[in-house]
């Protein structure tokens, strides 16, 4: 990767960082406990625990797609970034969004 598109990655994972702390905190907002059962009747009180762990879900999701991005831009200031330890080739920036930890390209992986 020339020194261009390394910055280039590494402001776009900011703002994806960005985004998804935005989302997280939110989702912490609405995964607050649950009321007690006297307060808002028995079923609604299942549906609220179910809403729950579908946003619990997400959040665990989320926390760990960000600690991955994290990963990303510590790993893209170190040199050899972006490059297949097999094929000594550049690797998809795309999949080092999603897969920092990988440092072998589609074909060899
Ligand atoms: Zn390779």
Redesign the pocket.
């Known amino acids: 990767m020339t020194q261009k598109e390394l910055q280039l990655s590494e402001k776009e994972i900011k703002v994806m960082i960005e985004q998804l702390e935005l989302e997280i905190a939110s989702l912490e907002e609405s995964a607050a406990p649950v009321a007690p059962e006297n307060s808002i009747g028995r079923i609604s009180r299942m549906d609220a625990i179910n809403n729950k762990s579908v946003i619990e879900a997400s959040l665990r999701n989320r926390k760990r797609k960000l600690s991955k991005l994290h990963l990303s831009l510590t790993k893209i200031r170190q040199p050899g970034f972006g490059i ?1 330890v ?2 000594k ?1 550049n690797i998809n920036p795309k999949r080092l969004m999603l897969l920092p930890e990988s440092d ?2 589609v ?2 992986a």
């Open positions: 297949c097999s094929c080739k072998k390209c074909r060899c």
